[in-house]
């Protein structure tokens, strides 16, 4: 062989090797513009949670990066990751599955301000999911005190906002927030 091939298939094998396939994570992307129904009028998207992460903390937890869980003493672990929002999802109208984790009542019980997370247990549980796996959301009427045992789905639009709570923080909130019965 001679060496200008040499020199040419050592070249091609660089590029190659320098070349990266991105990860397919199995997460699909929202369309890049709020989905409108026959009407003309948005209608509600189911989202996944793990769309509400930008792409590096999402392969950095698929690489299992995020912190050891200890279960000894009697302080909840620091809560992990960033409060770092996706934009595709903000300013729509969405439909998220997850569990209620209740912050606040009205006078006669019922519920007026909760965080929305992915898994029964968290915040109750260590550490808290990351702040951009949380939604924080304050009714404009409290409603009967769900069971916290139970899947809802939350629907509203959601927004980028950062909220610090003794349980964790969440990096999003919604707006015209309904809690629905869970329906698969």
């Known amino acids: 062989m001679s060496t200008g091939v040499r020199g040419l298939l050592l070249a091609a094998a660089m590029l190659l090797a320098a070349c990266t396939r991105p990860t397919d994570t199995g997460v699909q992307a929202l369309p890049p513009s709020p989905v ?3 009407a003309g009028t948005e209608s509600e998207q189911e989202l996944d949670w793990l769309q509400m992460l930008p792409g590096d903390e999402l ?4 690489r299992g990066e995020g912190p050891e869980v200890k279960h000894s003493g009697n302080r909840r672990m620091a809560q992990f990751g960033t409060f770092r929002t ?3 999802v903000l300013d729509r109208a969405v439909r998220l599955p ?13 519920l007026l301000e909760f965080l929305f997370v992915p898994y029964y247990g968290a915040c109750i549980h260590v550490p808290p999911p990351p702040p951009n796996q949380i939604v924080h959301v304050v009714l404009p009427q409290p409603i009967a005190m769900p069971d916290m045992y139970s899947p809802f789905f939350l629907t509203g639009v959601l927004r980028a906002e950062r909220v610090d709570d003794d349980l964790a923080g969440s990096a999003y909130s919604m707006a015209d927030a309904e809690l629905r019965p869970y329906e698969p």
């Open 36 to 38: 409108q129904d026959s």
């Open 98 to 110: 997850g569990y209620v984790v209740p912050l606040a009542n009205a006078a006669d019980g019922r």
């Open 59 to 62: 392969a950095a937890l698929e």
């Open 86 to 88: 996706v934009d595709a």
